[in-house]
T-cell receptor, first 111, second 116 residues
Framework: QKEVEQNSGPLSVPEGAIASLNCTYS??????FFWYRQYSGKSPELIMS????GDKEDGRFTAQLNKASQYVSLLIRDSQPSDSATYLC???????????FGGGTRLMVKP | GAGVSQTPSNKVTEKGKYVELRCDPI?????LYWYRQSLGQGPEFLIY????????DSGLPNDRFFAVRPEGSVSTLKIQRTERGDSAMYLC??????????????FGPGTRLTVL
């Protein structure tokens, strides 16, 4: 079992819709979770961090964390074509120095 | 302020050659990380520096890989006797502190290494 599981996609949504990206992880002691956006040929860009159970909203983005279910998600409201990218889920190890990434979900927002 | 910078952006080399990849972290960031990303996969951890010392090098795949950060700022990742399997995007990240639960890491643009 991979430490971080993401559906590779592509996930295709129409412009203006809500995109829902999901991630499960195996390390029960993980405390810190991150979502990175990666455009093709570019490096990962941090878009959300979440540390507590529940929801965290930032603009059109909402991260949701459920530690009991070992599940973290990212919702993108009013999706735009410019949101088309690969979204990487990651958790920080207990020592606080290493990110472990999933393989990413490719999102396509169609005009 | 400036983000993490990496040079070169692209490096093409021949099998068996030696390469150096450079990373300049965000000013004031004490923690620096190297990751490697193959096509279609997420980044994989290589090594972590806190200040000048390599605090965790558990991700280095073998002894052909070595990294330094002599003055606690710029870091160089060194790969000896390159192999075709070393071809990947090499990413550098920095954070304001290491070993913290709220440790946000910011990535540079990466160096695309191709070994022919």
């Amino acid at each position: 079992q991979k430490e971080v599981e993401q559906n590779s996609g592509p996930l295709s949504v129409p412009e203006g819709a809500i995109a829902s990206l999901n991630c499960t992880y195996s390390d029960r002691v993980s405390q810190s979770f991150f979502w990175y956006r990666q455009y093709s040929g570019k490096s990962p860009e941090l878009i959300m961090s979440i540390y507590s159970n529940g929801d965290k909203e930032d603009g059109r983005f909402t991260a949701q964390l459920n530690k009991a279910s070992q599940y973290v998600s990212l919702l993108i409201r009013d999706s735009q074509p410019s949101d088309s990218a690969t979204y990487l889920c990651a958790f920080l190890n207990n020592a606080g120095n290493m990110l472990t990434f999933g393989g990413g979900t490719r999102l396509m927002v169609k005009p | 302020g400036a983000g993490v910078s990496q040079t070169p952006s692209n490096k093409v080399t021949e099998k068996g050659k030696y390469v150096e990849l450079r990373c300049d972290p965000i000013s004031g960031h004490t923690a620096l990380y190297w990751y490697r990303q193959s096509l279609g996969q997420g980044p994989e951890f290589l090594i972590y520096f806190q200040g000048t010392g390599a605090a965790d090098d558990s991700g280095l795949p073998n002894d052909r890989f070595f990294a330094v950060r002599p003055e606690g700022s710029v870091s160089t990742l060194k790969i000896q006797r390159t192999e075709r399997g070393d071809s990947a995007m090499y990413l550098c990240a920095s954070s304001s502190t290491g070993l913290a639960a709220y440790n946000e890491q910011f990535f540079g643009p990466g160096t695309r290494l191709t070994v022919l």
